[in-house]
């Protein structure tokens, strides 16, 4: 079974590069994207992802709504929020990154910190047979 992880954003050409930077960080994972956040949601709901990359401001619901919807049906799947407009200090007054399987980045972000990002969020484990070559993150591992 294939590592599934979820990439949001209403821009096409910011949700293929994360898409393909994942893949290559990741390889073997199932990389599967949403325009906006209703698809968002019915996506999760189908296929339960392992990770989701949640851009916030989106026409529609924003990656917040998005969140907080994944949360209320009780889903703890790790999520990398980004943004270009909204910062931390936001995110931490509303609330948001009280939830600790929550990262956020703030665009434009480099490569090298959305890599790192995901491999904390996806933490390698050693191989056993039969087993995925990836963990979840968990806070305190």
Not at 51 to 75: D, Q
Not at 118 to 130: E, M, N, S
């Amino acid at each position: 079974m294939s590592l599934r992880i979820l990439v949001v954003d209403d821009d096409q050409t910011t949700r293929l590069l994360i898409a393909d930077l994942v893949r290559h960080e990741i390889p073997g994972a199932t990389v599967t994207c949403a325009g906006d956040g209703e698809e968002a949601l019915q996506r999760v709901a189908k296929e339960h992802p392992a990770l989701l990359i949640l851009n916030i401001m989106m026409p529609g619901k924003t990656g917040v709504e998005v969140l907080a919807e994944v949360r209320a049906a009780r889903n703890r799947v790790p999520v990398i929020l980004t943004s270009g407009y909204v910062t931390e200090t936001e995110l931490v007054e509303r609330g948001t990154l009280r939830d600790t399987h929550v990262l956020f980045l703030r665009k434009p972000f480099r490569i090298a910190e959305l890599a790192e990002a995901v491999r904390k969020c996806l933490r390698p484990r050693r191989r056993t047979r039969g087993a995925s070559r990836w963990r979840v993150w968990r806070p305190g591992r």
